[in-house]
């Protein structure tokens, strides 16, 4: 008995060893801590103006270094996008236009003007589409938005119909997956309103499948285009929506929060979404309080907004994987192999379109979540993120490359673009 009592302090020190090996595990595979820091897995063809764009925007083919502690988790870089937005924002002051559409609905977008001269001397402007029912206030716009106008870019942001708390609706419609009315109109103001600019196109997840849309929908929606840059989008909705309802990296989790969102925001409508002279019925709105899906809103509420007769048809035609092949601008399409939210599936789209066409370049970061792509030492991220580094780097090459284009190569491009 006196050997087994005193067994006993060394039996717990042994117990206390193994909780604290458990838990140091845990918090190694949890954060993800063993993986490596890499550079992008860069897709391309080899072109004089691919090696041109490369060179040009060395932040691409470097080494992507996040936070230390956490930035190693792609769940940690959402939540911590989604919770926060991100650090120092700035406030960038713009004048929201209100521009009437042909159904009834006003579409509403924030313009910037640059801080100083572009680098090359022209007229640039961002041309951009946040993500699914964001805006020109959340926190990962302004920043980028600060970021490039400091570089002389102006930046006109869409507002999605319906997202913003104070703006109502003036017609029985919101934003949907796919719709580019909005973003056409507020593009269509910018090439009227400032005749000589050339645009650069940017989309952000929900936003990145819009502008890709838009350009491939009609060529003459590339005019005067530049460039186009697409993050983490997920390219085809109705493949996307099958991994959706996986539990695989908490996506059906995920899922059940966008959903909850998503119905604050129909909801906030509802005097001009629901009623007599509407497509929805009392019997919507009761299967939209007990929705617990994306796919539960969309089949309920979402797809009724352009008549579509499914949910495989919303998501046919509203995803740009059916129009990106007809872009023929220069595209960047970046994505992040630990994004909860897109699937790894979902990402042979861009890889084969960048296999196939010389426009277009796909990098897939190894870490960076759903918008994330925090950068940092150990525990505190920086301001700006690798996500707007890279945008306003390409975008920055891809103005370089134009000016320097011989005016005879200039002219037959517009003649090209014309025809």
């Known amino acids: ?44 063809q080899d072109t004089p103006l691919n090696r041109f764009l490369l060179k040009s925007c060395p932040i691409l083919t470097k080494e992507y270094i996040p936070p230390l502690l956490w930035g190693k988790s792609g769940h940690l870089q959402t939540a911590l996008y989604g919770k926060m937005g991100r650090v120092s924002c700035p406030h960038p002051i713009g004048l929201r236009k209100y521009l ?12 910037f003007e640059p801080m100083g001269d572009h680098r090359t001397g ?6 951009i589409c946040p993500g699914i029912g964001n805006h020109s206030e959340k926190h990962y716009i302004r920043t980028f938005v600060g970021h490039s106008q400091k570089e002389g870019y102006r930046c006109a942001v869409l507002n999605h119909l319906g997202a913003l708390p104070n703006i109502e609706l003036t017609s029985p419609r919101m934003f ?27 989309g952000f997840s929900l936003g990145g499948n819009i502008v890709c849309k838009f350009l491939g929908e009609n ?42 969102n998503m119905k604050k925001i129909i909801l906030s409508h509802r005097g001009s979404l629901f009623g007599s002279a509407t497509k929805m019925e009392d019997a919507d709105l009761s299967r939209l309080y007990t929705a617990t899906s994306l796919m539960q809103i969309d089949e309920t509420i979402m797809r009724k907004f352009h ?47 960048a296999e196939k066409k010389q426009n277009v370049i796909f990098a897939l970061t190894l870490h960076g979540g759903h918008l ?35 005016p005879c190569q200039k002219k037959k491009e517009g003649e090209r673009a014309t025809w």
Request: hydrophobic residues 45%.
């Open 1 to 44: 008995v006196t050997a087994q009592i005193k067994a006993m302090p060394a039996m717990f020190d042994g117990m206390k060893l193994a909780a604290v090996a458990t838990v140091l595990y845990v918090i190694v595979r949890c954060l993800n801590l063993k993986s490596p820091t890499a550079a992008p897995d860069i897709t391309y």
């Open 100 to 111: 009437p559409m042909q159904d009834g609905a006003t579409a509403t977008f924030d313009l």
């Open 122 to 127: 022209d007229d640039v402007t961002m041309v």
């Open 176 to 202: 949907t997956y796919g719709c580019t009315w909005e973003f056409a109109s507020m593009v269509g103001y910018i090439k009227k309103m400032f005749p000589h600019t050339h645009l650069i196109v940017v």
């Open 219 to 260: 060529r003459t929606n590339q005019e005067r285009v530049l460039c186009c840059v697409s993050v983490c989008q997920g390219y085809s909705a109705l493949r996307a929506q099958e991994t959706f309802l996986q539990w695989d990296q908490c996506r059906r989790f995920y899922n059940f929060l966008m959903a909850d």
């Open 307 to 353: 008549g579509h007769n499914s949910l495989k048809e919303y998501y046919e035609k509203e995803s740009c994987v059916h129009y990106i092949h007809n872009v023929d601008v220069p595209l960047l399409l970046v994505n992040s192999a630990d994004d909860p939210l897109v699937h790894g599936s979902l990402l042979t789209i861009p890889r084969t379109l």
């Open 372 to 406: 994330g792509f925090f950068e940092g030492a150990v525990l505190v991220p920086q301001p700006l993120t690798w996500m707007d580094k890279v945008i306003v780097g390409y975008a920055n090459a891809m103005c370089q490359w134009e000016k320097q284009k011989p």
